[in-house]
């Protein structure tokens, strides 16, 4: 009777399963369209032609240079995977439209990357990490001057390394093919990002090690990730070799500025804010114990956080920082997350709904700092529209040698 009873049972133990599984597949899907629309409302709020940022026109260039198009008067080389992107999108969308998508695509990754890496902390705090990253000054500065390949590779580099670690972890043979896909695809993307890639995954895998203490299989498997990355690690060493031979040195610092200039010019006046979210970020690390799901999160970020603010001190470089921040993020959500809801944390109501208001109000005030600090950078990097373009040839074409033009804000930007 017992065993008629169980296989009774079994249909509906599955199918109770399926429909939760379904469930959560309709969530991710819901999840991935608001970010898609978060990105596109994000991409028209501010006035002026659309895309901002002179960087576009390289892309562009360079992209109808893969074409067969003669458009650059100097030979360029520039790792490929946005520019095959919006060289398959021209004939399409045409030029401009081309851009715009790969620029959204190129947002979209990256914050789909943040949830997938926070998804293990809840649905909401995955989402609200996703949020307060979208909205990140700095970060938005570099999309408004035109840094859709940084993005994107960024995005890659944060699946790879979460791909990586659940592989090691235990997980299926999948994630370590995902790993190694994401990883050539973020070498093919961005030679920075990838370099902090190359750079974070062991100190990733060392921070792993000493929350979970690997024995047997589990150190089998981290010899396999490490070699297989050694490889990459070879290509992406030489790949950088072959450019700097042919003449292409990359530009870190351009304007030479000291780190406390660079440090002030990524924070935009949220220094407070930045400062506590480290330190929240920073005792969360040190702690053990995590559920997998937030073990490998906390690694993943210490593996960012090492390999970025590193690559900074040494190379004073601010765009290094971008990852840093992006790390920070759901981090600081995990800790507090952690300290609000584990196992065996049951904080007084008070102490939970103080550090809940403490937290909404550093994320809210750097969402708002980035979003106010969005328009003056797009205004600042946009490019030239046609009826300005006549207007300044008309200008140039009346104007005498000595001549000078002044301009002002008008009443519609």
Same mark, same amino acid.
Request: glycine share 12%; aromatic share 10%; proline share 4%.
């Given at each position: 009777m017992a065993a008629i009873a169980m296989e009774r049972s079994t249909p509906v133990a599955d199918l109770t399963q399926n429909a939760a599984m379904e469930g959560r *597949?309709?969530?991710?899907?819901?999840?991935?369209?608001?970010?898609?629309?978060?990105?596109?409302?994000?991409?028209?709020?501010?006035?002026?032609? *659309?895309?901002?940022?002179?960087?576009?026109?390289?892309?562009?260039?360079?992209?109808? !240079?893969?074409?067969?198009?003669?458009?650059?008067?100097?030979?360029?080389?520039?790792?490929?995977?946005?520019?095959?992107?919006l060289a398959a999108l021209i004939p399409l969308l045409?030029?401009?439209?081309?851009?715009?998508?790969? &620029? *959204?695509?190129?947002?979209?990754?990256?914050?789909?990357?943040?949830?997938?890496?926070?998804? #293990?902390?809840?649905?909401?705090?995955?989402?609200?990490?996703?949020?307060?990253?979208?909205?990140?000054?700095?970060?938005? !500065?570099?999309?408004a001057w035109g840094a859709y390949p940084?993005?994107?590779?960024?995005?890659?580099?944060?699946?790879?390394?979460?791909?990586?670690?659940?592989?090691?972890?235990?997980?299926?043979?999948?994630f370590l093919v995902a790993a190694v896909v994401g990883g050539l695809l973020t070498f093919l993307t961005h030679k920075l990002v990838a370099g902090l890639l190359l750079a974070g995954i062991p100190a990733a895998a060392a921070h792993l090690y000493w929350q979970r203490r690997w024995t047997g299989a589990l150190l089998r498997r981290a #010899?396999?990730?490490? #070699?297989?990355?050694?490889?990459?690690?070879?290509?992406?060493?030489?790949?950088?070799?072959?450019?700097? &031979? !042919?003449?292409?040195?990359?530009?870190?610092?351009?304007?030479?500025?000291?780190?406390?200039?660079?440090?002030?010019?990524?924070?935009?006046?949220s220094e407070v804010p930045w400062i506590v979210l480290g330190i929240l970020a920073l005792i969360g690390l040190g702690m053990r114990s995590?559920?997998?799901?937030? &073990?490998?999160?906390?690694a993943a970020g210490f593996g960012w956080l090492a390999s970025s603010v590193a690559a900074f001190v040494v190379t004073g470089e601010a765009r290094t920082l971008i990852q840093a921040q992006v790390a920070l993020v759901p981090v600081a959500m995990a800790f507090a997350r952690r300290r609000l809801g584990g196992a065996h944390v049951k904080p007084r109501r008070s102490?939970?709904?103080?550090?809940?208001?403490?937290?909404?109000?550093?994320?809210?005030?750097?969402?708002?700092?980035?979003?106010?600090?969005? !328009?003056?950078?797009?205004?600042?990097?946009?490019v030239v529209g046609r009826t300005e373009l006549s207007v300044l040839d008309e200008l140039a074409s009346i104007a005498d040698d000595d001549a000078l033009a002044v301009s002002s804000r008008g009443p519609n930007g």
């Open positions: *597949i309709r969530g991710v899907l819901v999840d991935v369209l608001l970010i898609v629309a978060a990105v596109v409302v994000l991409h028209l709020s501010v006035s002026g032609p *659309i895309p901002s940022g002179g960087d576009g026109g390289n892309w562009l260039a360079l992209a109808r !240079e893969l074409r067969g198009e003669a458009v650059m008067s100097a030979d360029v080389t520039y790792e490929p995977v946005f520019i095959g992107l045409g030029p401009l439209g081309a851009l715009v998508v790969g &620029a *959204i695509f190129a947002e979209v990754v990256l914050l789909i990357a943040v949830y997938v890496t926070a998804r #293990g902390l809840g649905r909401w705090p995955a989402l609200l990490s996703v949020g307060v990253v979208m909205l990140l000054g700095y970060r938005l !500065e570099a999309y940084q993005m994107l590779g960024l995005g890659l580099g944060l699946l790879t390394m979460w791909s990586l670690l659940w592989f090691v972890d235990g997980r299926r043979r999948a #010899g396999i990730g490490v #070699g297989v990355f050694a490889l990459l690690g070879a290509g992406f060493v030489w790949s950088w070799w072959s450019s700097t &031979a !042919e003449g292409v040195e990359p530009t870190l610092n351009p304007l030479g500025l000291t780190l406390a200039e660079q440090v002030s010019r990524v924070f935009l006046g995590w559920p997998r799901p937030q &073990a490998l999160l906390a102490v939970a709904f103080a550090t809940t208001v403490a937290l909404a109000a550093l994320y809210g005030s750097l969402a708002i700092t980035g979003l106010s600090s969005y !328009e003056q950078s797009a205004d600042w990097y946009r």
